[in-house]
């Protein structure tokens, strides 16, 4: 008995779909006209699987930290050493994010003993199976202690007055972000902000000054000033702050005035996360774990 055209259809449909296989993750470099710089350079774009298949996505923008600056071209490799992106990229975590992580240039710190000695051998790559061994730096001596609210230190307190942060280049990220949002199928509703050390500073920074275009942000181990609160109270911007209990460099004291500030112009959703038995390397448990990527998709414009 011949079988109906419907049920052809039917089974060849079965047949392609029982064939297809999902898209792999893509890493893109894109490359762009920096007018800060007048020169030419890339950040990098992740796409998740199945990129195809959806048609709006939401973005993190990434923002590195100072030891992965570079000229945006041959160096940009070192912003795989951290963050969302090595954790979807180098250790094939299916996170459902366009992830951008643009690079800053080297500006003055080229002669800085952790930049001038690192060796591309310590970039992670994304293997033909398994995943990188976690980077993991030795525990702190400090003993744990609670720290007290202090005022920051007055040469920081204006974010716009630093000569080498990511105020800087403030345009070129904002305008990388658009440019991914017109290609990539960016959900500009669903835009979460996120960096570590210097990207956290620079969190603080360009939420302050463009605190409608993100649904969400989280400093790592970066603190803000009590200037910026205003802009991130009215409305008020979901924020998961994180901060290392041992950490010297950026100490949990200078995180305190900025936060306050914003409780007492009542902002409601002021989550702060101080990992007490960790240094500076907070971050790495921050992004391995799977607590903040579904908090910020909980969150939208």
């Given at each position: ?69 570079g ?32 690079q ?86 669903r ?32 603190w803000?000033?009590?200037a ?16 290392g209990g ?37 971050w ?18």
């Amino acid at each position: 008995m011949t079988k109906s055209l419907p049920v052809l259809l039917l089974a060849s449909l079965l047949a392609l779909t029982a064939s297809a296989k999902p898209s792999d993750p893509q890493l893109i470099r894109v490359s762009y006209h920096s007018p800060t710089l007048n020169a030419e350079r890339d950040y990098f774009v992740y796409l998740p699987p199945n990129f195809e298949q959806q048609d709006k996505w939401p973005v993190i923008l990434f923002l590195h930290g100072n030891g992965e600056r570079g000229d945006g071209k041959g160096e940009l490799d070192y912003v795989l050493k951290h963050g969302p992106l090595f954790e979807a990229w180098c250790q094939r975590r299916d996170l459902p994010f366009v992830i951008i992580s643009p690079q800053m240039p080297m500006q003055d710190q080229g002669e800085v003993d952790y930049i001038k000695n690192r060796k591309r051998t310590d970039i992670p790559q994304r293997l033909a199976s398994g995943i990188n061994p976690r980077p993991w730096f030795p525990r702190s001596k400090e003993l744990l202690q609670g720290q007290l609210a202090e005022d920051v230190p007055a040469k920081q307190a204006d974010p716009d007055a630093r000569t080498n942060g990511w105020n800087t280049m403030a345009a070129d990220v904002m305008a990388n972000l658009d440019q991914v949002l017109a290609k990539y199928r960016g959900d500009p509703k669903r835009v979460y902000l996120t960096g570590i050390s210097l990207g956290g500073f620079g969190t603080w920074y360009l939420a302050a000054k463009h605190p409608e275009r993100f649904a969400a942000i989280a400093p790592v181990v970066g603190w803000g000033v009590p200037a910026q609160a205003p802009a991130l109270a009215q409305p008020p911007m979901p924020m998961w702050v994180f901060a290392g209990g041992r950490d010297n460099g950026v100490k949990v004291r200078y995180f305190y005035p900025l936060l306050n500030e914003l409780e007492k112009l009542g902002h409601p959703e002021v989550r702060f996360t101080i990992e007490a038995d960790m240094d500076h390397d907070t971050w790495i448990r921050t992004y391995m774990g799977q607590d903040l990527y579904d908090w910020f998709l909980t969150h939208s414009k």
